[in-house]
């Protein structure tokens, strides 16, 4: 029985085999080996996938049949057969032709008519139109972004580009995703976070951090500790999915249909990717590539309106430069979205634009009556006295939709030094009391290429989850308060100050605190002494250097 642990680490060596080719080929760091990576990666998963689906659906075969007896099975197949076979296996599984299976380009590798790139680039070309009802992702103008493009573009030297793909279908053969298709979402999580590791840079206008899995966890079980059904998600800038993910898992990938957007074409491809790993193909249709905030892409069912939905959540970027669009945003046709106001250009750094202040409140605004929302925020904002920020926060308590916050350890994020907290929301918590939580000293410190990151540990993760859904108070970690103690703090929504302030008393005979005084006494005129030498010394020095 193959363990999870050893499926990891066969996928993990994979990867790194990939990556080794593209490095070999001069393609290691370049901007394009991202998506060699992730799409050859995909083409791989989606075959194997094929194969293990057709062991499932095909009277003719069983669970031991081998993938040689899979694969003569479907050669026996005619047009009719086949399209057959494809139905019964429904709409979450890509269609692969033979010709465009793994096995058969290893076994036409020294074709010549055509290129063997060229048959490489073809099948996975086919495949994208052979799926691309299902398996695409949208612009905001409803174009389909199909699955695959044509990798050899990415080869510069042509006379290379035989080798190259050739060296690719060998570390694929070599490979096989069938024991890892019984694992769940923390198998998936891993992979996907591996695979992404070295992409996940910021790269674009928006910062495309990757959020923990802690905090996606931590998150996921906070806002849905019950079960759920029929549920619709949100991240108005996805990223790679993290967040949406975490929840879906939480609440049951069959129970939620997924929705989203982000202005990056690397996020929205990584994003599909994931959506495809963790069985969420349904939601593909609803991933948007474009400008959340000036052309927001999913509307209400009448079409007069944006949708609103049932969780949000968001790790949006905190500040970036969007003064080409600032002055559309501040439009009167967008003042109800954007009730609290849009940041202004600054003279100097642009790119310290606070754009997270209009994600809030698009967020805010996309939210139903009844619905949950978290929100990664810098920890900043929880004080902050700006009009924007300050204005959010009165909303948040005038209209009692603050459930809660959890400020986190520094670093949590390894490619940010700025500290983060979490906003939870919950419009049915009129009459309920906000959870505050410090959690600064939690984690350990590791290092993370050069930076140094903070990473939770499990118990940890444990206590925030419980303290939070229970509202437990604990010393110098968690406060319960209500909506006026947070009005009278000028709507501070720092936990800190919230403690309560304890004295100590200790007893003493009123000799001991005569002792005590007189000690205390001596100790400040021996202070002073020391201080005037000091200065008489230094007032001499001076008077020296100006004489010579």
Do not use: W
Not at 45 to 70: C, Q
Not at 192 to 204: H, P, R, T, W
Not at 279 to 306: C, M, Q, R, Y
Not at 412 to 436: R, Y
Request: aromatic share 10%; with cysteine.
């Amino acid at each position: 029985m193959t363990t999870e642990r050893e499926i990891i680490r066969k996928t993990e060596k994979m990867i790194d085999e990939l990556k080794s080719v593209c490095s070999t080929y001069g393609l290691g760091n370049a901007s394009s080996e991202y998506k060699i990576i992730t799409e050859i990666f995909l083409y791989k998963y989606l075959n194997d996938k094929f194969i293990y689906e057709t062991k499932k659906v095909a009277k003719e075969l069983n669970e031991n049949s081998t993938t040689k007896e899979v694969e003569k099975y479907l050669d026996s197949l005619g047009p009719e057969q086949f399209s057959i076979l494809t139905m019964r296996m429904g709409a979450n599984v890509a269609k692969i032709q033979n010709s465009y299976r793994v096995s058969t380009l290893f076994n036409n590798q020294n074709s010549t008519m055509p290129e063997f790139y060229e048959l490489f680039d073809n099948a996975l070309i086919g495949i994208s139109n052979d799926n691309v009802d299902i398996f695409s992702v949208k612009t905001g103008s409803k174009e389909k972004i199909k699955l695959f493009d044509t990798l050899s573009q990415y080869i510069t030297e042509s006379d290379k580009r035989n080798a190259f793909f050739r060296a690719m279908i060998s570390k694929l053969v070599e490979f096989s995703f069938e024991n890892a298709f019984s694992e769940k979402y923390d198998f998936f999580a891993t992979i996907f976070e591996y695979l992404i590791k070295d992409y996940n840079k910021d790269f674009g206008k928006y910062a495309e951090y990757y959020t923990p899995n802690s905090i996606a966890r931590i998150i996921a079980k906070i806002l849905a500790p019950d079960p759920t059904q029929n549920v619709t998600l949100y991240d108005p800038a996805a990223g790679s999915g993290t967040l949406l993910l975490a929840l879906a898992h939480q609440i049951g990938e069959e129970n939620c249909t997924i929705y989203s957007q982000d202005i990056s074409q690397k996020s929205n491809e990584f994003l599909r990717l994931n959506l495809i790993l963790n069985n969420l193909v349904h939601s593909l249709g609803n991933v948007i590539h474009g400008d959340t905030l000036l052309n927001p892409a999913h509307l209400n069912k009448e079409k007069n309106g944006l949708a609103k939905f049932d969780y949000i959540v968001s790790n949006p970027p905190f500040k970036t430069d969007f003064s080409d669009t600032r002055n559309d945003l501040d439009n009167e046709k967008f003042k109800e979205r954007f009730f609290a106001g849009v940041p202004n250009i600054p003279n100097k750094d642009k790119d310290k634009m606070a754009i997270y202040l209009l994600f809030i409140q698009h967020i805010l605004y996309s939210l139903k009556e009844e619905g949950k929302s978290a929100i990664v925020v810098p920890t900043g904002f929880l004080t902050g006295q700006s009009g924007i920020e300050r204005k959010i926060r009165e909303k948040l308590i005038d209209s009692k939709m603050l459930k809660g916050v959890i400020s986190m350890p520094s670093n949590i994020f390894a490619n940010t030094g700025t500290n983060v907290s979490v906003i939870f929301l919950d419009k049915t918590n009129v009459n309920g009391k906000v959870l505050l939580v410090d959690g600064a000293n939690l984690g350990i410190k590791i290092k993370d290429g050069k930076n140094q990151k903070t990473v939770l540990r499990e118990n940890e993760i444990e206590k925030i989850v419980e303290v939070f859904n229970q509202l437990k108070e604990e010393k110098d970690f968690s406060v319960l308060v209500n909506f006026d103690d947070i009005k009278e703090k000028k709507y501070s929504f720092s936990a800190g100050q919230y403690f309560p302030v304890k004295i100590e008393k200790v007893e003493m005979s009123d000799e001991e605190f005569n002792n005590m005084i007189s000690s205390f006494k001596n100790k400040v005129e021996e202070y002073y002494k020391i201080q005037n030498e000091l200065h008489k010394e230094l007032v001499s020095n001076l008077e020296k250097i100006k004489y010579e």
